[in-house]
């Protein structure tokens, strides 16, 4: 079982950046996948980024590739999402999540942090 904690969010302008961190606890983080996930007010969660548990393959969302970076640190339990030249239409409520693999199924998922992109 793995627990997620995030941390990193908060308000930004446009153009700048954010890197979110998300720690996990528990023996099997080092064999899952890895995702970041945003929901924002009225819309469904949108899956962000993946990783596989050795951090060799990626996956990146188009709304965010190019300016998105997930990576991972397994001797420290820790997931990062970098983010750069923040839009307002990045504000959401970012996840992070443990899965199988990098396109699922996850099943466990932190509470959330608050990512807000002013104009």
């Known amino acids: 079982q793995v627990r997620l904690v995030e941390s990193g969010g908060g308000l930004v302008q446009a153009g700048g950046s954010l890197r979110l961190s998300c720690a996990a606890s528990g023996r099997t983080f080092t064999s899952a996948a890895m995702g970041w996930f945003r929901q924002a007010p009225g819309k469904e969660r949108e899956r962000v980024a993946a990783i596989t548990w050795s951090g060799g393959s990626t996956y990146y969302a188009d709304s965010v590739r190019g300016r998105f970076t997930i990576s991972r640190d397994n001797a420290k339990n820790t997931v990062y999402l970098q983010m750069n030249s923040l839009k307002p239409e990045d504000t959401a409520v970012y996840y992070c999540?443990?899965?199988?693999?990098?396109?699922?199924?996850?099943?466990?998922w932190g509470q959330g942090t608050q990512v807000a992109v002013s104009a």
């Open positions: 999540a443990s899965g199988v693999t990098t396109n699922g199924p996850f099943v466990t």
